[in-house]
T-cell receptor, first 112, second 113 residues
């Protein structure tokens, strides 16, 4: 049972464009939603995270939008750069259990 | 501050063998989690240890086990290896049992032949 669905699987964006990755979850008990960035040969690195009491969180060029009623959240990367080319994972957790449920990942390629 | 350190970086084993993977968390972090990453299944939670006690366990067979030492270092063991166990095994640490921020190591790439 996939509790966090992520789309698209892959994404190609021109340099300077906006990258948008979407996730949907099923378990309303989830209360923590992080995004991770993974480069080849490396482990995932925490990018940005949000809790359901906030509808949007911005850190630099990265923004999470959260829609609690629709059980959806998304990552927006503004002014995408070739260095942003990586695989992005959304995840969810409840009660700080540390048992992250990950989406299947989105491979982002930013073309120069 | 050094990050999460996993050894070895690569391992090649044959079916039926057993393997032990090692993880050193960030200094001061008392919680260690293990995840399996495969192209087909993605990232899946194996288990979490806090203060030498297993707090959570994912949906994996009993061939997968782990332990944590008093210095917070952790080991993961897989017995009777199967071809399907080929994966990147990731260790992650966090400061405490209620701290959500998880920091991952670079993983151990296990190939089962």
């Amino acid at each position: 049972q996939q509790q966090v669905k992520q789309s698209p699987q892959s994404l190609i964006v021109q340099k300077g464009g906006i990258s948008i990755i979407n996730c949907a979850y099923e378990n309303t008990a989830f209360d923590y939603f992080p995004w991770y960035q993974q480069f080849p040969g490396k482990g995932p690195a925490l990018l940005i995270a949000i809790r359901p009491d906030v509808s949007e969180k911005k850190e630099g060029r990265f923004t999470i939008s959260f829609n609690k009623s629709a059980k959806q959240f998304s990552l927006h990367i503004m002014d995408s750069q070739p260095g942003d080319s990586a695989t992005y994972f959304c995840a969810a957790d409840r009660g700080s259990q540390g048992n992250l449920i990950f989406g299947k990942g989105t491979k982002l390629s930013v073309k120069p | 501050k050094a990050g999460v350190t996993q050894t070895p970086r690569y391992l090649i084993k044959t079916r039926g063998q057993q393997v032990t993977l090692s993880c050193s968390p960030i200094s001061g972090h008392r919680s260690v989690s293990w995840y399996q990453q495969t192209p087909g299944q993605g990232l899946q939670f194996l288990f979490e240890y806090f203060s030498e006690t297993q707090r959570n366990k994912g949906n994996f067979p009993g061939r997968f086990s782990g332990r944590q030492f008093s210095n917070s270092r952790s080991e993961m063991n897989v017995s009777t290896l199967e071809l399907g166990d080929s994966a990147l095994y990731l260790c992650a640490s966090r400061a405490g049992a209620t701290n959500e921020k998880l920091f991952f190591g670079s993983g151990t790439q296990l190939s089962v032949l």
